[in-house]
Every structure is written in C-alpha cells, then in structure tokens.
C-alpha cells in the first residue's frame, strides 16, 4: 500500500506519537506554515516556509554553488569537529519510539543496477553465487548477487523486494535513468523521477533536491555514534526517523553507500544533510511528522522507500509478559520473521531473543549482507528485539548480527524461523503459509478417538531416502498409497525439522520450527501430511528436544553467552554425540520447546511426536563418569527440570491437541512414563505424562533370543516371556526401528541364523509373534519386504528386490504380503489392540516349552472374544501339538499362518478347522491338535 496514511501511527496521540509536547513548539512568530498533512492538498511548498525550487535549467548550478555535493562514498571523513558539544544533543523527551513495517514490491535491487560490493556476502552467499546448486529445492526470491527470480515468483504471497543498505557501483553513461519505485504504491506522477511534486519544490533527474529550510541537527554524542555504527545500540528508533523537537521535526537516517537521502511527502522534498559515516539528518520547520519516505540515491540508482525508524512496535506488552513468564504457548507467532501489515504499510516483522547482546542488526539479502544500516530495537526488558522492516516480503533470506557482550560479532539464523534455505546454505528465509487444509473428516475422527483402545500400527520412515530424490510433493503421490496398500494404520517419520548434516538423519536440529529446506517448502510438506491424512494415515514425527549441534551460526552461545544450553560446561555438553543439552531449568528456554511441540501439532496438524534420547534428559550421570556430573538439589541423579520441562510439554500438548499421542524413547525403568502428571508414584515423582512409550527391553530380548540358533533358544526362553512381567506398567509401542538395522547391527532377517530360507521364515514368524504380543508395533521400511542389507541414509531401502525380473523377487514380495495382511487381520481383530493396556486382556497359554521353542497365549477383545497366537521358532514340523483352549470355544479355524506358501513359506496349514476336545490341558478345560509349521506363528479365531 503506498503512500496510506498510518492511522494508528504517529499523527495520533502525544510526543509517543509523534507530536511535539506543547513547550516544544516554536514561538508563533517563527513558526513555520504547517506541512500540509496527506489528507489535504496544500497550496504550495512556499505556504509551508520552504522555498519553491529554482527552474531545472539553473537548478544544478544554483545546487552546486550554495550547497556543495556531499563527499563522495558513505565512509568520507566527517567535519573536524565531528561530533557534537552536549549542548547539541537532542533531549531524551524529544526522542519518542518508533514503529517498523511490512512487506515491499520492487523487482529487486538488482533489477535497479546495484550490484554487491566485494566482501560483503556472507560464505554462504558467496558459495551459493559461485555454485546455484546447492540450493536447488529452495527459492531465494530476491534476485540477489548470482541469482535468479525463483520459478514461483508469481505466486500468491511472493513479493520482490526492496534493497537496503545497497553498495556503491560504477556509474553507468545511461540517459533518462528512472529511480526505482517500491512497491504497492499509487504510481501518480509525482511519485516519478524526473517530474516536480503538485505544488511542491522541484526535482532534477539526477535526485538533488534543493535543501532550502533544511536546519542542521544536532549532532550524536561519540558515544551514541559509536555505538549505533558499531551495532550496539539497545534503541535505535531514538536516534533514527522522525521525531519532533524545538522548531520542528529532526529526520535523522543510516544509509550506507549513499550519496543523498531526500525525505518526500505530500507538497515536501527536502534532502538531509550528510554526517559521514552514511548518517544523513535535517531539522525540518514542520508542526508534526508527515507521511513521508525516503529517496534515496546510490551511485547508479535511486530507492524510495519506507523508513523503518519510523514506526510504532510491532508487539504488545501481552506478548512480551508471555515470553518473560516462559508461558507463550503461541510463541511460533511473537518471534521470528512475519510478513504483516503495520500502520498501513507492507512488509515484515523480525524479532529475536537475544537478552545478553550489546546489539542486533538485521541482514540479508536485501541488504546484501551488511546489517549497517538494519539496528533493531530492545523491547524493554524482555530480550527481545525488534524491527519492522517495509517492502521485505515472502522469499527473503536473513540472519541476525549478534554484538555479543565482548563486542565481537556473530550472525545468526533465526531459531524461530519457520522456512530456511537448502543445507549447507544456512540463512533463514521469511515464510508465510498459502495452504488450504482438506483434511476436516479426518481430525473430527482423531479428536473423538482414544489411541489406547484402536489399532495402531506404524511404518516407520526416512523421507529423504525412501523414494531419493522424490520432493514433499512428489511424495505424497506414492507414500500414502503404498501405506495404505500395507495396512498401517500411521507414518512415523524421522525428524524433519531442519538440519545441518544429512547423515544425522535428522536428529541434530538446528531449525526447529522448519520442515528441511532439502524437500519443499513448509507448505510442501503440510500438502504431504494433507494427503496421508485423506488416505486415512496419521503422521507421527520424531522430535529432538535433548540436544542441539554446536554450530556457529545457530544456537550455542546464541548471543554471545550461553542461553538455551546451561552455563556449566559440564552439565551442557553431552558426551555421546558431542552437541549440546538444552537449559531445562530456564522459563525462556522450556518455553521455546513446548511451543515448538505445540506447533508442530497446530500449524501441521501432525497426530503424534515420538521424542527422542529421554533418558537423556531425565539422568544427570548419563554416559558420564563420576566427577563430570553435579547431584540435583537432593542429592540425586534425575534432571528436575527436565521432568519438569516434560510434564508441562505433554500437558500443553494434550489439553491444546484433543486426540494427539506423544510417545517417549526412554530406554531405563523411569517410574511413571506413560502415568499422568499428577499421579505420584513410588519414586516421588508425577507421571511424565506421555501417552505411549517404546517396550526397547522388549525389542532387546526378543531379537537376541531370534538371534541363536534354534538348538540354543532354548536355554534362553525367558528374553521372549519376561516382557509380559512388565507389560502393563507402562503403554508400550514394540519398535523394530531403524536404531535396529544399522551401524553393523544388520537388517532384521539377517540378523536370523540359518540359510535363506530359514532366515526368511525366522523374519516372518517373529512378524507374527510381534502382532500378536500386546503393546502397538513399529517397523522400519525395507523390513516389510526383507532388505538383507542395513539401510543407508544414502540410498535408503534396496526397491530393486521387487523387481519382477530378479529371481528371489518373489521370496521379498511373499514377506511384503505378508505384512499386509498382518495388517488387515489386526485391523479387523478387537482382540489384538482393545485391550493393549488391560492385563485382562492376554493370558498365557504356554510359556515353559522351552525343550520345543513353542509360545501359545491368548488375547481378549473387550467383549470376551479370544485369539489363539502359537508361535514355532523351531525348524521342526510339529504334529498334533496339544494346545489348552478355553471351554466356550468349540471350533477354530486358522485365520493366518506365517508359512504359507503365498508368503514364501512350506505350506504346512491347519486347512481344516479344529475341533475342541474336553481333554484338560494347560490347565484349561479343554483342547485342540493343531499342526505348527517350522519356524512359523499361527493365529486362531473362534470358527
């Protein structure tokens, strides 16, 4: 929107508005005419006490000659007095605050002929100018040094840019040359280079403006100049814009690069006098402070644009309450980068917690990497910093320069930025969302159901490496489809938030508020989760809240201190994996971490967050020796803000999420996981409140019990029974995830011993086994069809095994199928997840026969209806095995049978159904004489 008029801005109330108090106000006979405001049409400037400009034919000698062209360059020397006597200073009551503003239009600086001075890109802009492709998913948008408009320019919500802080560059010998305009404006006549304002004083088209009623300002203090040009200053807005004082209104810029900077409003050009050091001022002899911009003129080109310095905060004293108190639960919508509307004007908000800098400065692309000119502001005692900066929009890559408290520099991404640029490239990039949710019917479903009580049955998977190559996009053509295909109820994938290095497999984050740059764009991926969920999958997401990577440009030691990690080295590094631990125990930091966990939830409607490493975080001696770990306020091990820190999380999370599940990777026996917070347990503490926890002393046992060989197994019979000693304690998942099948620990049919064949129904029968247990199953891709090697994040699950041309392809496709109907079977049996956390619901059959290596245990729906789950890890076929069964069942029939010959097994099948017999056994009343094919598990129904 161009020149609009800010109704809520500085024209409204008092000096804080923009208003000279009355004891400001010059005395009637040396008062100027008033500027006319932008809602009238003034006669003249002459009427206003500024004289009209000469003609254009004398303009320039009359300019040259009473008003001398500033030195050349931003960084010319100043007046030997340089800086002002006290005297001169402006009053603190005459330094009001002042507002930023949002998005802009031009086609971009480039566009404008200004080209980057060297040095002043960032590595990561230099390297992306010298080598396009290392972002080639993520549009930068700006047409920045060595880069293009992006394909989606024109799309809704995309704007180009104005350029600030632009640097010098030669002139080029070109007539008639039009300054550039920013966009959103009305584009009239007076807006245009060359061409006088109604009314007004004229304009030549090199962009001299006459600076007739222009007074000089007083002059900063040293200190203040040195710590605004240095980057350390805390109130920027008090120095720079417009702010009324005794016999007018002083205008006061930092342009860098600039020639000359012209402040234009309705009837008014006046061009500021330069201070050196790319500070340009004037004191104009105005009533109060007009709408105005500023033009200003670089070596080849001409900006006009918004000032910055001149509007109100963008955020309110509730917000900033929040984010003190640790409670913003929204905190996504305070902090970072937000195209917006403010007092009028396009373009966006930045903000940043920031509470031990001397100073921060805004850079990006649109400054070509110099933050000189972008200080932002302190918003009291907060530590949050602010800049509204107009004309910057969607697409826009930024950083933050830190002042750190030694004086030293740093820049920054954004922590809280919800969109970045493709790794390695490391700056972050201003999003605003355009996604149109389809997905109603299925969050009405998730809201009214309760986990606990349905089938739940999960495929884990990597994105980037289970189609390579395939974006957000492309994905959700072929991901849902396939999941559904198989029967899994849910998607687990691993962490997607934004990641430096690819081989961590996403579970060192350094944006924790943006889906990886590496597939899409955030709403790239919304449109993925969109589509799982119309397929009917819900989308669980691993989330890293026990450590961050030590990168410079990220979070550790964010502004110069340590602040989301804590102070005491000891106590910040984490010893396995050389990164550090986030401070639990500040309000600020749990904050950061539970509204990430709620806006993961919200903004991309995901079902479920699987958080990774608890233990972790709950144990003060993890991996750690003693001597490198300091007892808790009791004596003890546990981390009591990190327990703390978990409690609130799943508490926000549920009472904000009705039907999301989180689920804990917590390998010890914390007492309480899945307990509700406000239920002590023995130990002392309340329940962590998570809704599921991963069984890994199940998933331990049970694959090194399948790892001997049948002739051993059976001197270790308990690692498959002793599971059910704790099964109830906690609400488990049973994972086979890709921990598993990594790192030498080999694939899961690989891991069975024996030739192909034994190996393959070793896979399949322990797949049975695993449905049938209680407790929800994961498992990792490729496991589905019996990849033989580990995955690799490089090339992901080996697909060229279902190719029909390959000779054992049927032996992979026969498990896949397999595994599919497992899934049916499951989905369609109440009495395999209805009661997964009711001890009522399973009863053990056969537990001892340890010499034959044969399991038998039953399972309860809610209504009493019973499945028959008998498992064979022997490669012996067993005839007429005699197995308890309850007296109300007569008749049972085989409903799956992992050796069939469709799976790839011998066939060896219960093909009739079987009758009871009253012969006692296993201490039931009855019993029935089924085969047990080798190396196999069956499943019985009531026939």
């Not at 389809?438 to 606990?452: I, K, M, P, T, Y």
């Not at 090339?795 to 049927?810: F, K, M, R, V």
């Amino acid at each position: 929107m161009r020149g609009a008029a800010a109704a809520s801005g500085p024209r409204e109330t008092g000096p804080a508005a923009g208003h000279p108090r009355p004891d400001q106000r010059p005395d009637p006979e040396d008062a100027p005419g008033r500027a006319p405001s932008p809602r009238e049409a003034p006669a003249s400037a002459e009427s206003a006490g500024i004289k009209p400009a000469p003609s254009r034919d004398s303009l320039d000698a009359a300019a040259t000659a009473a008003n001398p062209a500033p030195a050349a360059g931003p960084r010319a020397a100043t007046t030997p007095a340089g800086h002002p006597r006290p005297d001169q200073r402006p009053e603190p009551d005459n330094t009001p605050e002042r507002a930023p503003t949002p998005r802009q239009d031009p086609a971009s600086a480039e566009s404008a002929g200004i080209k980057p001075a060297p040095g002043r890109e960032t590595p990561d802009t230099a390297a992306t100018a010298a080598n396009p492709a290392r972002r080639p998913e993520t549009p930068v948008g700006s047409g920045g040094p060595g880069q293009e408009a992006p394909a989606d320019r024109a799309r809704p919500g995309r704007e180009a840019r104005v350029s600030y802080g632009s640097p010098p560059v030669p002139r080029a010998a070109r007539a008639g040359q039009k300054r550039q305009e920013e966009p959103g404006g009305t584009g009239e006549p007076s807006r245009v280079a060359g061409r006088p304002l109604a009314g007004g004083s004229g304009w030549n088209d090199d962009g001299v403006g006459a600076e007739h009623g222009v007074r000089p300002a007083p002059a900063l203090g040293d200190e203040e100049r040195r710590r605004l040009l240095s980057g350390a200053h805390h109130a920027p807005h008090d120095l720079l814009g417009a702010h009324p004082v005794r016999g007018g209104v002083l205008f006061r810029c930092l342009r860098p690069y600039a020639r000359s900077v012209t402040v234009a409003a309705a009837g008014l050009r006046a061009r500021l006098r330069a201070e050196g050091d790319g500070l340009f001022s004037g004191v104009l002899p105005l009533r109060e402070i007009p709408d105005y911009r500023l033009l200003v003129t670089y070596e080849d080109a001409e900006l006009e644009l918004h000032d910055p310095y001149r509007f109100l905060p963008t955020l309110g004293e509730l917000d900033l309450h929040l984010i003190g108190e640790g409670r913003h639960e929204e905190l996504w919508r305070a902090l970072g980068a937000h195209p917006m509307t403010h007092q009028g004007v396009s373009g966006t908000r930045f903000t940043v917690w920031a509470p031990n800098a001397l100073g921060v400065r805004l850079t990006g692309d649109f400054t070509y990497w110099d933050g000189t000119a972008l200080p932002m502001r302190s918003l009291g005692g907060s530590g949050v910093w602010e800049l509204f900066l107009p004309g910057v929009g969607e697409g826009a890559l930024y950083k933050f320069e830190i002042t750190r408290p030694d004086g030293g520099h740093s820049l920054r991404a954004d922590p809280m930025a919800r969109r970045t640029e493709c790794p390695p490239a490391t700056a972050s990039v201003v999003h605003a969302s355009h996604h149109r949710w389809g997905d109603e019917a299925w969050l009405a479903r998730r809201e009214g159901g309760r986990v606990h009580e349905l089938p739940f049955s999960v495929y884990e998977v990597h994105l980037p490496s289970w189609r390579p190559g395939l974006t957000y996009r492309q994905l959700a053509q072929q991901l849902p489809a396939y999941v559904k295909d198989l029967g899994f109820t849910h998607v687990e994938l691993m962490p997607v938030a934004e990641h430096p290095f690819g081989g961590s497999w996403g579970y060192q984050v350094t944006g924790f508020y943006a889906p990886t740059a590496r597939l899409g764009t955030p709403d790239d991926f919304k449109h993925l989760v969109d589509a799982l969920h119309q397929a009917g999958i819900g989308v669980l997401v691993d989330w890293v809240p026990a450590h961050f990577p030590k990168d410079a440009w990220a979070l550790a030691e964010f502004d110069g201190r340590p602040l989301y990690e804590p102070a005491d080295p000891l106590r910040a590094a984490h010893p396995d994996w050389g990164t550090l631990e986030f401070d639990y125990g500040r309000t600020e930091v749990r904050n950061f971490l539970v509204a990430n966990a709620v806006y993961w939830c919200e903004e991309f409607h995901i079902d479920g967050l699987r958080v990774d490493a608890v233990a972790s975080m709950l144990y003060l001696d993890y991996s750690r020796e003693p001597g490198q770990w300091t007892p808790n306020a009791h004596g003890g091990r546990e981390n009591l803000d990190a327990v703390a820190f978990l409690q609130e999380m799943n508490a926000t999370v549920y009472r904000r999420c009705p039907g999301v599940i989180t689920i804990a990777e917590e390998s010890t026996a914390w007492d309480g996981v899945t307990r509700a917070t406000h239920h002590v347990g023995p130990s002392g503490f309340g329940g962590l409140g998570f809704g599921l926890k991963w069984n890994m002393g199940w998933m331990h046992d049970s694959l090194a019990y399948l790892a001997h060989e049948p002739v051993h197994r059976a001197y270790h019979h308990h690692e498959m029974t002793f599971s059910m000693v704790y099964a109830y304690s906690e609400n488990y998942v049973l994972p086979i995830s890709h921990d598993e099948v990594v790192h030498g620990k080999r694939a899961l049919v690989s891991k069975m011993p024996g030739d192909w064949w034994q190996q393959r129904a070793d896979h399949r029968a322990y797949l049975g086994f695993m449905w049938a247990h209680p407790g929800k199953q994961l498992l990792f891709m490729g496991q589905e069809f019996a990849q033989g090697a580990e995955w690799s994040e490089a090339h992901g699950p080996d697909w060229w095994l279902l190719d029909p041309s390959y000779s054992a392809e049927p032996d992979h496709r026969g498990v896949r199928d397999l595994v599919r109907d497992l899934n049916q079977v499951y989905a369609a049996t109440p009495a395999l997840w209805q009661r997964d956390t009711d001890p009522e619901g399973f009863s053990w059959i056969e537990g001892d026969a340890r010499e034959d290596n044969v399991f038998a245990f039953l399972r309860f729906d809610a209504d009493g209806s019973p499945l028959l789950a008998i498992s064979n890890f022997s490669p012996v076929v067993r005839q007429d095995y005699r197995i308890g069964t309850p007296e109300a069942v007569p008749v049972w029939r085989e409903v799956l049978n992992t050796d069939d010959g469709r799976y790839g097994g011998g066939g060896v099948a219960n093909a009739e159904p079987l009758k009871a017999e009253p012969t006692g056994w296993h201490g039931r009343p009855a019993s029935i004489l089924p085969v047990l094919p080798p190396l196999a598990t069956i499943w019985l129904r009531p026939a």
